[in-house]
């Protein structure tokens, strides 16, 4: 009766395991490099086991490729606001700094108080963002024939060594 209970066990946890890896993954938008070195875009991505379906932006059409065609795939994840924010921020400051260090044509000496060298690197931050924003990061989702990155596969399956019924777990990250 126990072992007739952990056999139930096995076949759920494997249904439910399967059942789970149906659909890999769902994307709004990726870039697929196909194995004829082209370069697709496209939006409503769904990959399954064997087979990728996509809406070709370029074509305008719905298609469906097997996984073997496919080298990489890539998918957007976040962007370079932080990144633009630092380096606009940094190079506004050190342009703020190096306008008060050069001498006045004139000879009027001008002291720059602390909301010049804020209002410059304030400026510098924004302009950062903004053009960080405008930039996603683009993130390796799959690779000639392996899934790296935001996909973490689970294979169950059965151990019956040594007459023990057991249940064997392997989570690759």
């Known amino acids: 009766?126990?072992?007739?209970?952990?056999?139930?066990?096995?076949l759920l946890c494997s249904a439910t395991a399967w059942a789970q890896q149906a659909d890999?993954?769902?994307?709004?938008?990726?870039?697929?490099?196909?194995?004829?070195?082209?370069?697709?875009?496209?939006?409503?991505?769904t990959?399954?086991?064997?087979?990728?379906?996509f809406f070709n932006v370029n074509s305008?059409?719905?298609?469906?490729?097997?996984?073997?065609?496919?080298?990489?795939?890539?998918?957007?994840?976040?962007?370079?606001?932080?990144?633009?924010?630092?380096?606009?921020?940094?190079?506004l400051a050190l342009t703020a700094l190096l306008v008060d260090l050069q001498p006045d044509p004139l000879g009027i000496e001008t002291e720059k108080d602390t909301g010049f060298y804020l209002s410059y690197t304030a400026v510098g931050v924004a302009i950062g963002a903004v053009v960080g924003l405008l930039?996603?990061?683009?993130k390796l989702f799959y690779s000639n024939g392996k899934f790296v990155g935001s996909n973490a596969?689970?294979?169950?399956?059965?151990?019956?060594?040594?007459?023990?019924?057991?249940?064997?777990?392997r989570l690759g990250i």
């Open 135 to 138: 930039f996603p990061k683009w």
């Open 24 to 45: 890999i993954g769902t994307f709004k938008r990726a870039r697929l490099y196909l194995s004829d070195y082209s370069i697709v875009k496209a939006s409503k991505m």
């Open 153 to 169: 596969s689970l294979q169950v399956s059965p151990d019956s060594e040594f007459r023990n019924i057991g249940v064997k777990i």
């Open 60 to 91: 305008k059409t719905t298609q469906n490729l097997p996984l073997s065609s496919i080298e990489l795939v890539r998918v957007p994840k976040g962007s370079y606001v932080l990144e633009g924010a630092l380096f606009g921020g940094g190079t």
């Open 1 to 10: 009766m126990k072992k007739l209970f952990y056999l139930l066990f096995v």
């Open 47 to 53: 990959i399954k086991e064997q087979e990728v379906s």
